[in-house]
């Protein structure tokens, strides 16, 4: 893909979406949305994914108010809004794990991206918040939805309802954020996960973890994976390490 407002780099099995509008702040515009469509088809068969952004200051600022300010009617936020939710959707199913990468501040917008993934790793100076409130408005990507299930229905409510941000060490203490990494540490760590990750066990897991798998469906995952060559590969390379 070309430099662009968002750029997709491959790497071996990992494919990382960064969202590169630095004089925006990283917002979201709806050129935006359709460009993360199109990276998300283009990385579909990659091992795990991370989306991020570029520079140090914004993960994702929320939705570009400049452009989206053009929209007044109820028609065209409902369009709006189940155009970018459509995005966070495909980016919650996506096969393999999904870390978001949150290199600077997310907030409003730029939080319902980052709950869109499975994983959230944070470098320690940043801010996240679902501050649509301030403006008069709620999460409309699906991020309310997604906060509670990671921190509970009362916690969200408090949280979304009045617009509060967090500190990287208060996200993780009540599970929204997963790992926090210094700063110097922040990128090699998250490109470790995402290597880490991108694996045929690693994807049969997150699969097996949403809602509504059975036994039956993981059991079956697991005897795919035993009867697999990697498993077996793996097998002999233990044995013989053992000899």
């Known amino acids: 893909m070309e430099r662009d407002d968002v750029e997709l780099e491959v790497d071996g099995t990992v494919a990382v979406i960064t969202i590169n509008r630095p004089r925006s702040r990283n917002a979201i515009s709806l050129g935006t949305m359709d460009l993360l469509d199109k990276a998300l088809a283009s990385a579909a068969h990659a091992g795990s994914l991370v989306i991020t952004g570029a520079g140090d200051r914004a993960f994702v600022s929320g939705g570009d108010l400049k452009e989206l ?8 936020a409902l369009a709006m809004a189940l155009r970018m939710r459509g995005v966070c959707d495909r980016l919650a199913e996506f096969p393999g794990p999904v870390i978001a990468a949150l290199n600077g501040h997310a907030l409003g917008g730029g939080a319902e991206v980052a709950v869109a993934a499975d994983i959230r790793v944070a470098a320690d100076d ?11 408005i709620m999460p409309a990507w699906g991020g309310a939805e997604r906060l509670a299930t990671l921190v509970g229905r ?4 408090m949280l979304a309802g009045a617009g509060t941000v967090l500190d990287a060490g208060q996200a993780q203490r009540i599970g929204l954020i997963d790992q926090v990494l210094p700063r110097t540490e922040f990128e090699q760590g998250w490109r ?5 990750l991108a694996t045929a066990p690693a994807r049969a897991i997150k699969h097996i ?5 059975t036994p039956q469906a993981a059991a079956r995952a697991f005897a795919g994976l035993w009867a697999s060559d990697e498993h077996w590969e793996a097998v002999d390379r233990m044995t013989s390490r053992a000899v």
Not at 192 to 196: G, I, L, T, V
């Open 69 to 76: 300010a053009a929209i007044r009617d109820e028609d065209g």
């Open 126 to 136: 940043i801010k996240i918040g679902f501050t649509q409130s301030t403006l008069a």
């Open 154 to 157: 009362g916690r969200a409510l």
């Open 192 to 196: 470790s996960m995402a290597r880490s």
């Open 209 to 213: 973890l949403a809602d509504g798998t």
